[in-house]
């Protein structure tokens, strides 16, 4: 029998009404997830577990920015191959097309036993699993001298944004023939290419503004990520340019005066023009708050990152001792899919799959010079451990490294569209 | 002679024997109407690949073979799945090109006389030197046992989906030219892609390493996941 329009529209109305009345009863009842930060692993987790459970789990993202500047690439815009404002993400799509609850404030307690976190606005959130992705703060007094409140005088730029503009705008400013120094960090710290990828940007900029300028390293580790591949693109584009110097010529005993411009290498001390001070990392404050980290990190089960301490806190991204992944916003992507589907599968009853991880880190030299590091990882009870990797060689043609640096443009794109939930 | 063997042999006879006009095709009068083709394709010693693939040594070439050009979707799957150009399927692709594969980008409405498709049938596989038709008419094609195996699985598509979250790290949505989109590839598309890496066809650092670590129920997963979203 076919239906005449009036008919048709009572039968949707009647259709839809059984459709609405038990997705709303489910809302109110549905299991609550807050995610604190709102980076590579949190904007992940957040968009994949509301996309993964339908509706079946509240998602509220907690994190105090409204435009979001990607830490991976800011070397390039200091290098002057992006624009700082290609860089910043919205959390609109999250919340319009995912329904997540985006909330731009700190969180600045967690009580674990009430499962409540309250954030600096005043208000509370109830949470049935936390995920804590806030990144990193800095070891205070790691590098004597230097503190939050000198961070202008001696950028550290290893937080995107404000600080990566105030570094490049005091190295455009750079008297002729000045020296940039870097205070590297010691292992381990939040991507390890990233100070060796700054140096080679920034040797980029002077070698076309200020050639006669010099880049010293100092720099406590006796190696460091791609060293030899970074060593060989500075041999080639910036000879003479940048001197490092490591453990052995005290490099582990220094200290900065941000009010002088100097530093300090074992009782040495230079003069400078200008200092971007990398300082020790730990994880981010809110871990320490919630009290599940051991000393600088918060241990995880490789199997589904949750804390080693309380099994309804998952902890992501370079916040998290998890074993062998390096701590780079694409392990954190990768880490916060596994942890979605452990998720959605505990409270909305998803399929569970076995974790499973991968991260590449791509770096630029210099103009179509890109190299890259790679490796997969699997779940065992200790940790995440490494299966398989590959790095770039050193006697590479010029094809396969501008290939290489192509690859990571259209990474770039891949993965904030995975984050963010668009191009 | 077993069940077998005159199977093959009655395949070889009916291949020699299933089209007269074709066979009478004149290869001179073949060469007077390739200008119809002439426009797009190049054919005989030299030649380039232009709008159209080149022609020359085409028969037995499986369809949407030459690496150095870029096909239709459809006319990459048929090769994937192990067609190769005969006579009889060239002369049923120039009757209604459309019809035949649906999708191919050739702009050309098609020869409905048979005499002429046959003449130019027969002056195409006069440019073919190597081509054995008998081996070409019995070979079930080239796709490797690796591809055949996987696609006789049903992909799980849940696991798929989680799986493709691994793709999603490096492969957005809309393709910007320096990673492809993989997103609606045909079933035989994607499992050749990865195949092709896993037994060292293609090389890439990255690609190699994912693809050694997804065993069949993997590709097969991700197959069904990556085929069917848009």
């Known amino acids: ?270 003069q400078v023009d200008v200092c971007n001070v990398i300082p020790a990392q730990r994880a981010g404050r809110i871990a320490h708050l919630a009290g599940v980290t051991d000393g600088n990190w918060a241990p995880v089960s490789a199997y589904n990152l949750a804390s080693r301490i309380d099994e309804n806190v998952h902890v992501l991204g370079d916040a998290a001792a998890q074993g062998d992944m390096p701590k780079s916003g694409f392990s954190a992507n990768s880490q916060a899919k596994v942890c979605a589907n452990s998720i959605v599968a505990d409270l909305a009853g998803g399929r569970a799959f076995p974790a499973r991880f991968a991260n590449t880190c791509w770096s630029l030299i210099d103009t179509n010079d890109g190299i890259k590091v790679g490796a997969t990882y699997e779940a065992t009870d200790e940790k995440i451990a490494k299966i398989d990797g590959f790095v770039s060689q050193v006697d590479e043609d010029a094809a396969t490294r501008e290939a290489t640096y192509r690859e990571s443009l259209g990474w770039y794109d891949a993965i904030t569209e995975d984050m963010f939930g668009t191009a | 002679m077993g069940k077998q063997g005159l199977f093959a042999f009655a395949v070889i006879f009916w291949a020699m024997q299933s089209s007269p006009a074709l066979s009478e095709g004149d290869p001179m009068a073949g060469q007077a109407a390739f200008r119809l083709c002439a426009a797009c394709h190049m054919i005989g010693d030299g030649a380039i690949n232009r709008a159209g693939p080149h022609l020359d040594d085409l028969m037995g070439r499986p369809v949407g073979g030459l690496s150095d050009y870029r096909y239709s979707d459809t006319l990459t799957e048929a090769g994937n799945e192990g067609e190769l150009w005969t006579e009889d399927r060239l002369n049923s692709f120039l009757e209604d090109p459309q019809g035949y594969y649906r999708g191919t980008r050739m702009v050309f409405r098609g020869i409905s006389d048979p005499n002429t498709r046959a003449d130019l049938v027969a002056y195409i596989v006069a440019e073919a030197d190597n081509y054995d038709r008998a081996a070409t008419a019995t070979s079930t094609g080239d796709m490797p046992p690796e591809i055949a195996a996987i696609l006789a699985i049903q992909g799980d598509y849940a696991y798929g989906e989680y799986l493709s979250s691994e793709c999603t790290a490096c492969h957005a949505t809309q393709s910007g030219g320096d990673i492809p989109s993989i997103v609606g590839l045909a079933p035989s598309t994607f499992v050749h892609s990865l195949i092709s890496y896993k037994i060292g066809q293609r090389e890439h650092q990255v690609m190699t390493m994912i693809a050694n670590r997804l065993g069949d129920e993997e590709i097969a997963a991700l197959a069904a996941y990556f085929t069917t979203v848009e």
């Open chain 1, 1 to 270: 029998m076919p239906l005449d329009r009036r008919q048709f529209l009572g039968s949707t109305a009647a259709f839809s009404a059984t459709l609405s009345t038990p997705m709303l009863a489910r809302a109110q009842t549905a299991p609550n997830v807050v995610v604190i930060g709102g980076g590579a692993g949190g904007a992940t987790a957040a968009r994949y577990i509301a996309n993964g459970s339908q509706g079946g789990i509240n998602v509220t993202l907690v994190e105090p920015t409204r435009s979001y500047f990607t830490c991976f690439f800011s070397n390039l815009y200091l290098g002057g191959f992006r624009e700082i404002d290609s860089l910043g993400h919205s959390y609109g799509t999250l919340a319009a097309d995912y329904g997540i609850n985006v909330v731009h404030d700190w969180a600045v307690d967690v009580d674990r036993q009430a499962k409540t976190i309250t954030l600096a606005g005043g208000a509370s959130l109830s949470y049935d699993r936390l995920v804590l992705s806030p990144g990193i703060d800095f070891i205070e007094d790691s590098v004597p001298g230097w503190s939050l409140a000198t961070q202008n005088a001696m950028p550290h730029a290893y937080k995107a944004g404000s600080q990566t503009e105030l570094l490049k705008a005091q190295l455009a400013n750079m008297r002729e023939g000045g020296v940039f120094a870097m205070v590297a960090p010691p292992n381990p710290y939040r991507c390890p290419p990233g100070p060796y990828e700054r140096v080679s940007m920034v040797a980029h900029m002077l070698k076309e503004t200020n050639p006669t300028a010099k880049i010293l390293i100092v720099d406590p580790k006796e190696s460091f990520s791609k060293q030899g591949l970074f060593e060989d693109g500075w041999e080639r584009h910036y000879t003479g340019m940048i001197e490092r110097i490591g453990p052995d010529f005290g490099a582990t005993n220094v200290s900065v005066d941000p009010a002088a411009m100097t530093v300090s290498i074992d009782g040495n001390v230079e």
